[in-house]
């Protein structure tokens, strides 16, 4: 939309389209928190409450790999349905601990939980922004706006960018949990709905467009929708802040919400419940476990150092699940870990370009500090990248924390990597 199309128009779109139901939502539902810590946690970020009793529907249902994956979908209470994945060992016999896969932010909001999840040949490996029937998915043309269009592009790229090539989900699966990976607000199904664009990020979108013209480059319907998606993203934090919530505390709204899906999932053990997330979704984990305590362990990967030290030179490094105002009157983003219970794994990448490295170890020696019967740190000479090796010593610290009957102990990874 160029300023000429903005003029001509009788009225200003919407700035949340799709989400006009957002605002009440959040007024008619504070939520009750079940300690102090989380209710001030709650309150800094603003969460509202899940609806209780929340239905979900399964959609579809697979067996391949030596998995069964199912497609649900449930529907929140504002904005468009939650699509989501649940993988879990072929023929298990047993409950078995249940683990969240929170993906990461990546720049990429076209698609969310899928780029964690594989699926058998001949069967669509992305569903991004899904159709509520959740039929086959169709693309945008060239240069339209990246509006309701649904897109379906494999993750493949994301994934073998960031998580090694291995779809998280499936492969955890594979080692014996029963995961859920769902998209949360913002990313895949929980879209915006881009047609028309707001003004503001038509805008920016409009300048996007101009440099792809200027490099000859035709932009997939995917690639508009990220980069109105990315634009759109300062929109959604201000609207959070004048109805009371923020970015980070509606998506663990979301969180909250699946997490109560997979405590009631069949085969699932709801008091051997943990999550993982790599960078935005590691942020995720760890405000997950604070909030809730159904977590009994967590991994957050390439997500930890300190405020501070992200000033000046990272501070736009990172996207509104790290930057919510009040938060730093808690105490510095370490510090939320203390709000939880769970055993704790941090992850952090030497070679990562989004945090400076003494902030790590900062951020490190603060958690040695303050929790040393349930933290653990392990220093990869890796950048911002969760790989196979790294994926595997979450599994396994999260296998060992969530056996039945479990106390709160930590399990201990490689001393190679701890001892830093």
């Given amino acids: 939309m160029t300023a000429v199309d ?16 957002w605002p009440a939502y959040v007024a008619r539902n504070p939520l009750t928190a079940d300690s102090n810590e989380a209710a001030q946690l709650a309150g800094a970020l603003g969460v509202p409450a899940v609806t209780p009793d ?24 504002f904005g468009p349905r939650t699509s989501a994945w649940f993988v879990r060992p072929a023929g298990a016999a047993e409950s078995l601990p249940g683990l969240l896969a929170l993906h990461c932010h990546g720049g990429i909001k076209a698609y969310g939980a899928a780029r964690l999840v594989s699926l058998p040949a001949g069967l669509n490996d992305s569903h991004g922004m899904n159709n509520p029937d959740g039929g086959a998915p169709s693309g945008g043309k060239p240069g339209s706006a990246p509006g309701s ?35 949360t607000f913002m990313w895949g199904s929980r879209h915006f709905e881009f047609d028309p664009l707001p003004w503001r990020t038509a805008n920016a979108v409009s300048g996007q467009n101009a440099l792809w013209r200027e490099a000859g480059v035709v932009p997939s319907a995917t690639e508009q929708y990220n980069a109105a998606a990315a634009a759109h993203e300062e929109t959604v934090a201000k609207a959070a802040t004048l109805i009371g ?26 008091d ?25 362990s967590y991994v957050v990967t390439c997500m930890m150092t300190t405020f501070g030290s992200l000033l000046p030179s990272h501070l736009d490094a990172h996207s509104w699940l790290l930057h919510t105002p009040g938060l730093v009157k808690l105490g510095d983003w370490p510090d939320l870990a203390a709000r939880s219970n769970a055993t704790i794994l941090v992850q952090y990448g030497l070679a990562d370009q989004l945090f400076p490295e003494q902030g790590m170890r900062d951020a490190h020696h603060h958690l040695l500090e303050n929790l040393p ?30 056996q039945p009957g479990q106390t709160t102990s930590k399990p201990t990874p490689d001393s190679t990597r701890t001892d830093q």
């Fill in 272 to 296: 051997r419940l943990g999550c993982l997330g790599f960078s935005g979704g590691g942020g995720r984990a760890m405000v997950l476990g604070a909030l809730s305590p159904l977590i009994r």
């Fill in 373 to 402: 019967a349930r933290y653990t740190g392990s220093f990869w000479q890796e950048p911002h990248v969760f790989t196979p090796a790294m994926q595997d010593e979450a599994a396994s610290f999260l296998a060992a924390a969530l």
């Fill in 149 to 183: 269009a649904s897109l379906a592009l494999p993750p493949l790229d994301i994934r073998a960018k960031l998580y090694g090539g291995r779809a998280l989900a499936t492969w955890l699966a594979q080692q014996g949990f029963a995961v859920l990976a769902h998209d």
């Fill in 6 to 21: 903005m003029a001509a128009s009788p009225t200003r779109p919407s700035a949340l389209p799709g989400y006009e139901d």
């Fill in 245 to 270: 919530t923020s970015v980070a505390g509606t998506v663990a709204h979301d969180d909250l919400a699946a997490l109560g899906i997979l405590a009631s999932l069949p085969g699932v053990d709801m």
């Fill in 54 to 77: 929340l239905a979900y529907a399964v959609h579809s249902e697979s067996e391949h790999d030596g998995v069964i994956t199912s497609r649900l979908q449930w529907q929140l209470g």
